[in-house]
């Protein structure tokens, strides 16, 4: 069965997939304000929030708390630096096989996974 989404719900799903990158909820609220589609910033945290319980939402937590989110488009890896807060995107992924065996294991329903590393870029290291 088809979840009904609210309107503000359809207007963040539809900003997302045009933006098509991380966005803060701050964020989100303002690209909808200057799109004249002005819905309260309580009404997108609340939007948010129901996205990602439906699985169609991702978020990524920076290390100063902030959340980001985005469409699940695939799993992401960072390398985070404490410092300047420079993210770096790697492709490997070593826990795939771990995320089916959990899967099969127990009656969870995975739908992404994150894995950051946090430390200091080379730039932040001199």
Known sequence: MKTQRTR???KI???LKVLNRFISAQEIYLELR???QNTGLATVYRSLEALKLEGILQVRTLASGESLYSLVHRDQHHLT???C???ILIDECPV???ESHLQQSHPFKV???TLEFF???DRCQG
Do not use: A
Request: aromatic share 8%; proline share 0%.
């Open 111 to 113: 739908f992404y996974h």
């Open 8 to 10: 503000s719900q359809e």
């Open 13 to 15: 799903l539809s900003l």
């Open 96 to 98: 795939h096989e771990l």
């Open 119 to 121: 430390g200091l870029c």
């Open 85 to 87: 807060g420079e993210s």
């Open 81 to 83: 630096c404490l410092n």
């Open 34 to 36: 200057k799109r004249n």
